[in-house]
């Protein structure tokens, strides 16, 4: 009963996260503006469109053809997952209402439920007029994953979880009209393409490949498109040239995509896949002189995996690999001033969708332990993300220890996209800490960052689950339940938990387990010396066995090993800034941080988009809870401009910029408080939007 209580105080404690709010180090050279939506900040609704919309979560890519930006997009995917998850626990007794009732209680409202009538929508945004326009609207179930120019049209690469589904390549030709120009049903993901001898290529699976001795249609596949007829995409490999073992991509695609990324190198085509035992890389070319070719003509060979002399296996951190750790699964790779880079991506959504499946099974009595659900997401943290550069000369790739550093320590899961601009190479990551910090609420100090509203908003979806779980009557009475999660409530009224304690009891719960055996000697210790007939010595020998039981109780109730791993999860998520981080470097040994928190928005929890254009470099961000996002970073000297305006204002706060005519945002002080009537001219520092500002 004790342990059921404190399962239900833990699920319901979890309150909206909050992190420790840091000063980000900026450079006066550069400044970020927000495009979407530029009058709402943090917890209001983004999503691209005027007024916005909480759907348009991930800006999954950018391409550009005259003045407009075509958008790839994807639907809300957080609430996707929690319907999933949610109908798995029917058989445990909790409807979906109940489930998603649980997780407002978690997430404070954050995680946006829907019941979707549509599929993504392409977003196109003008250059010149500043409008965001819906141009295509998919299927149900179908996102975007890819965006790419190519000659006078776009295509975009689908996404689908749904089987049912095809996998499609769709044209937007000069004329404003869209096509489908490759179809597969056997794939969730065409998102991976580059340009190379001047074709089109994408890369993912193609159903007309079927494995030998399987009669199943292979999940791998490298298709070149015909400059004379866009519906014709010829093979240049499959999955016979990567000779990947029965659990990766070749049948199962558990990645998403089977072809992760394609780069163009020294007169190659590298291509990564997604594996259990790290990712792997192979580049090919057509056959020259000399080289074997596969049926299509194309010579391909590894260069880094489970084959590969030179490189460690996978890129990994564990050698061989295996499924538990969580690690180095995916991996990408781009050039940059004629040198090829490769970064890594860890399955964190795999460690969350455990963990937090633990926890909903220990709410309906099952007898789990919080050591193995949290055993994905700790071994996960375990590994910084990674870049590495490889040398051409020997054939290796090399860490970029200066970029391992500033992932140690760290929530970040992925690195999740390169771009250039302006002669530097722009470099983003997935940062799982919000998700994180659901799981860690009673220990991350969020109690303390609450609100009066919040409360009162928390208490309100406290109260929707007790009348829930009270009307289902699973497991036990509605009055017992009401009483034990009236607890909840009180708790939230009085607030009097605080963050150090509440880590602290944490540890003094594995201090008393450490501690049990030792005590238990020397209670036997002292037993021995006492007579053994005598009345009393009789007495003191019951009493301190029931002691030596007691303890030895208590201590066995205290999984040791999930509470060490539990810390360890939760002083990451307490020490680090949540949302995405965004690094720059001009050689990949000398990097500078631009933002450690998504842009002052811990809910921008990643950033999967780059698009260098004249003005700027465009930068779109994945927000599943309030609506992706984006945004413009511009130089002061930048290249591309020799008509910049120099004297343009910059934060020297935060490096995040309104733009001109953006409400109060547009409106400037002096350090008086006297409002000017137009943008300073003058050399200083002034006020704007509650900022202090630099004119240079």
């Known amino acids: 009963m004790k342990t059921k209580l404190l399962s239900v105080l833990a699920l319901f404690l979890m309150v ?7 000063e980000v180090a900026t450079d006066v050279n550069y400044a970020v503006t927000k495009i979407s939506n530029p009058e709402h900040g943090e917890r209001e609704i983004d999503g691209l469109v005027e007024g916005g919309d909480r759907e348009n979560s991930y800006t999954w890519r950018l391409a550009m053809r005259g003045d407009e930006i ?16 949610g109908s798995a626990f029917a058989e445990a007794g909790i409807s979906l ?28 945004y003008n250059r010149k007029t500043g409008e965001f326009k819906v141009v295509y609207t ?8 890819m965006a790419v120019t190519f000659g006078d049209d776009v295509y975009f690469g689908s996404y689908s979880a749904n089987p049912a589904n095809p996998q499609y390549i769709l044209k937007l030709d000069a004329e404003g009209n869209f096509t489908k120009v490759f179809e597969t049903m056997n794939s969730v993901s065409l998102r991976a393409n580059c340009e190379y001898d001047g074709h089109l290529f994408f890369a993912g699976a193609d159903d007309r490949e079927i494995v030998e001795g399987e009669g199943t249609p292979a999940k791998m596949a490298i298709l070149k498109k015909s400059n004379e007829d866009d519906t014709v995409w010829d093979r240049v490999a499959d999955y016979k040239d990567f000779g990947l073992i029965p659990y990766d991509p070749i ?3 558990w990645a998403g995509c089977p072809i992760w990324e394609l780069a163009v190198h020294n007169g190659y085509i590298y291509a990564t896949a997604p594996s259990y035992r790290g990712f792997v890389i192979f580049k090919g070319r057509p056959a020259q002189a000399g080289e074997s070719a596969n049926e299509y003509g194309w010579h391909w060979e590894e260069v880094a995996g489970t084959n590969n002399g030179i490189n460690n296996p996978g890129l990994s951190d564990i050698t061989g690999g295996e499924p538990g750790t969580m690690r180095s699964l995916i991996g990408s790779v781009y050039e940059f001033n004629g040198e090829l880079y490769a970064y890594n991506f860890d399955h964190s959504f795999g460690g969350e969708a455990a963990a937090f499946a633990g926890v909903f099974q220990q709410l309906a009595g099952k007898d789990v332990k919080s050591s193995d659900y949290l055993e994905y997401m700790y071994n996960s943290l375990h590994n910084p993300q990674k870049v590495w550069k490889l040398d051409d000369e020997t054939g290796k790739f090399v860490e970029c220890k200066n970029f391992t550093k500033l992932m140690e ?5 992925y690195v999740w996209r390169m771009g250039e601009y302006d002669g530097q190479l722009y470099i983003s990551t997935m940062d799982a800490g919000i998700f994180y910090g659901y799981l860690t609420q009673l220990t991350n100090g969020s109690l303390l960052k609450m609100s009066p509203e919040e409360i009162r908003t928390k208490i309100g979806y406290v109260n929707a689950v007790i009348k829930l779980l009270a009307d289902e009557k699973k497991g036990t009475s509605a009055a ?8 909840v409530e009180v708790l939230l009224k009085s607030f009097t938990i605080e963050k150090e304690n509440a880590d602290g009891q944490v540890e003094k719960m594995i201090d008393f387990q450490k501690l049990v055996p030792v005590v238990k000697t020397m209670i036997d210790m002292y037993l021995a010396t006492l007579p053994g007939e005598d009345l009393s010595s009789k007495a003191i020998l019951l009493a301190m066995t029931k002691v030596k039981e007691g303890l030895q109780e208590v201590a066995d109730k205290i999984d040791i090993e999930g509470m060490e791993k539990y810390l360890y999860i939760n002083n990451r998520v307490k020490n680090d800034e949540w949302g995405f981080d965004l690094v720059r470097t001009s050689d990949g040994e000398n990097f500078e941080v631009i933002t450690r928190n998504g842009f002052n928005d811990k809910y921008n929890y990643g950033c999967p988009s780059f698009l260098a254009t004249e003005e700027g470099l465009y930068i779109g961000t994945c927000n599943p809870f309030y609506g992706g996002q984006l945004y413009l970073l511009t130089n002061n000297d930048s290249k591309l401009d020799p008509e910049y305006d120099a004297s343009r204002i910059e934060e020297t706060t935060t ?20 409002r000017l009537k137009s943008k300073p001219a003058q050399k200083g520092v002034y006020i704007q939007g509650n900022k202090k500002i630099m004119v240079k």
């Open 138 to 145: 998919a299927d149900l179930g179908d996102y975007f994953r």
């Open 70 to 85: 075509y958008i790839a997009t994807a639907r809300n995917i957080a609430s996707a997952l929690v319907n999933m998850y």
């Open 97 to 124: 209402d109940t489930f998603w009732a649980m997780i407002n209680a978690i997430s404070n409202g954050d995680i946006y439920r829907n019941d979707v009538s549509e599929g993504a929508n392409i977003i196109s």
């Open 655 to 674: 490096g995040i910029a309104k733009p001109a005519g953006a409400g109060a945002a547009a409106t400037y002080y002096d350090l008086q408080g006297r």
């Open 16 to 22: 909206s996260t909050g992190a420790k709010s840091q």
């Open 251 to 253: 049948m199962s695609s």
């Open 480 to 487: 017992d339940l009401k009483q034990k999660l009236a607890l």
């Open 409 to 413: 320590g760290t929530t970040n899961e």
